[in-house]
């Protein structure tokens, strides 16, 4: 039985939430007073306290205070019937679980109570917020144990002990810069310069300059000698980011510098010699740029030394428990108290597709953290994008005009109404595809068809591999590609 304890100095309030609440499954507590509900709050232990906000003695804001001391994952609602901007704001500062103007709805309150008892069971079932990972590991930033993860720590090992050159490419928001500066950090130039540039972010104009600097008068605006980024560098790193929006006329540049480790500066014409280590980076395929001639084939040669490809984030899904525990920390509060997370929310993250990578990844938490109600990320916290996760669009309708064609009114199609469904069901997905290019439809599919197979057997895999036509070899590598995790029992 769960316990709900309101706090209001009004006879009525209370006997009106003793009708509306009269459930064998909900006890109800009264307190007519802040301090008499805080006291109750450590008596009874309650579920959700709901609080008036104007009564005498201690306010409702201040009870509100007082109670997250005691217990932060404790949702609190606040209502009044004098409701202002500024106390509806500071409210949810403190960390209101939701605020409620009198007089209510009986209908809006049962729904409120509901979703707060919700989110207190969601949070008593809260990851705990133990350490995961190794303090080494919290403080480089690189995380994860998946195969793809530990393949890059070893090529990062290897090169660290060279002067090698070194590409590292993967889809933005990867950890491209992060691998770099693990690669200057435990190489022999780690007392010497880093220097990181975004070639895309610097117009084309202007890169050269801020690259290899220029001389006094060498174009407009150009009052004094600059030194550029090159030379800054001398003896150390630099990591030039996004190197295939680079043009071709720095790209021969850059090339000299890698032969020769000379250039000159901008409107000059004295050669400058430097010793620099360059570790370059891009999210696109260079190979076709190559091809296409806009990006110099001996200057490709020259950077793909090592290359290190890092893994999107949907390829190596057994490391998002981790980046989330990371993050969490990072984002902790003032105090030092990272949020928990539900196993709700977790599952909804560990199956989300995650186009923007870690870096999104992070971007949720981050929202996540200040959106959360209590001290527990809930599924509503999360953008809809990732708690629809799960969601499949059904198949459009027929036309509602007979004999008017559809759009694959050209292509035969099976009369059976089962052939006819999922051919609809392709079509939503193929359109899910066109409004994400980087979903990849068959793999994503294949892999909900997996977790809904051992969902339906409880983890049974010889079952859940009859389900689903293959062996169950075939379906243990499934698991094993797509990181599944399975929290029941598997025989």
Not at 83 to 106: C, N, R, S
Not at 295 to 301: A, N, P, Q, T
Not at 318 to 337: C, N, S
């Amino acid at each position: 039985m769960e316990k709900l304890l309101l706090i209001d100095d009004e006879a009525d309030v209370q006997y009106s939430f003793r009708r509306i609440f009269d459930s064998p499954n909900l006890q109800l507590f009264t307190a007519s007073s802040g301090e008499e509900g805080v006291k109750l709050v450590q008596k009874v232990k309650p579920d959700l306290v709901i609080s008036d906000i104007r009564m005498a003695g201690i306010n409702g804001l201040e009870t509100l205070r007082r109670i997250r001391a005691l217990d932060p994952r404790l949702p609190v609602i606040l209502m009044t019937a004098y409701g202002t901007t500024q106390t509806a704001i500071e409210a949810m500062k403190i960390g209101a679980y939701d605020y409620l103007l009198k007089p209510f709805e009986v209908p809006r309150l049962k729904e409120l109570v509901d979703q707060a008892l919700k989110a207190a069971r969601e949070s008593r079932k809260a990851v705990t917020t133990k350490p995961m990972l190794e303090a080494e590991d919290y403080e480089s930033g690189i995380i994860g144990r998946s195969e793809a993860m530990q393949s890059v720590f070893k090529l990062i090992g290897q090169v660290t002990a060279t002067e090698a050159t070194v590409l590292i490419t993967g889809e933005s928001g990867t950890g491209k810069e992060l691998v770099a500066r693990s690669i200057f950090h435990n190489s022999q130039r780690s007392k010497r310069p880093f220097l990181a540039i975004n070639c895309a972010a610097i117009a084309e104009n202007l890169l050269e300059s801020e690259l290899f600097g220029h001389e006094k008068g060498a174009f407009t605006g150009a009052t004094g000698q600059r030194v550029g980024k090159f030379e800054q560098c001398h003896g150390g790193t630099i990591f030039l980011d996004e190197i295939g929006d680079m043009s071709l006329a720095t790209q021969t540049k850059i090339l000299r510098v890698l032969q020769s480790g000379t250039f000159e500066r901008v409107g000059g014409n004295q050669t400058v010699e430097v010793d620099v280590r360059v570790i370059a980076a891009t999210n696109k395929p260079l190979e076709e740029a190559v091809a296409a001639r806009q990006f110099r084939e001996d200057l490709f040669y020259r950077l793909n030394v090592v290359r290190i490809q890092m893994p999107a984030l949907r390829d190596r899904r057994t490391d998002i428990r981790l980046l989330v525990d990371y993050f969490l920390r990072r984002l902790a509060d003032p105090a030092g108290k990272p949020k928990s997370i539900g196993p709700e929310t977790l599952a909804l993250l560990e199956s989300y597709h995650w186009p923007g990578n870690v870096r999104e990844l992070e971007n949720v938490l981050r929202r996540a953290t200040v959106v959360a109600k209590g001290q527990a990320i809930l599924p509503p916290d999360l953008p809809a994008e990732v708690s629809h996760v799960g969601t499949i669009p059904s198949a459009p309708p027929p036309p509602s005009t007979p004999g008017t064609p559809t759009p694959q009114s050209t292509v035969a199609t099976p009369s059976d109404p089962q052939s006819t469904s999922l051919a609809g069901l392709a079509q939503s997905l193929f359109r899910m595809g066109r409004t994400d290019p980087k979903l990849k439809v068959l793999p994503a599919v294949e892999r909900v068809l997996v977790i809904e197979a051992l969902k339906e057997t409880r983890g049974n895999q010889v079952q859940a591999a009859r389900l689903l036509g293959i062996t169950r070899a075939t379906l243990r590598k499934r698991i094993e590609k797509f990181g599944i995790r399975q929290d029941v029992s598997v025989n």
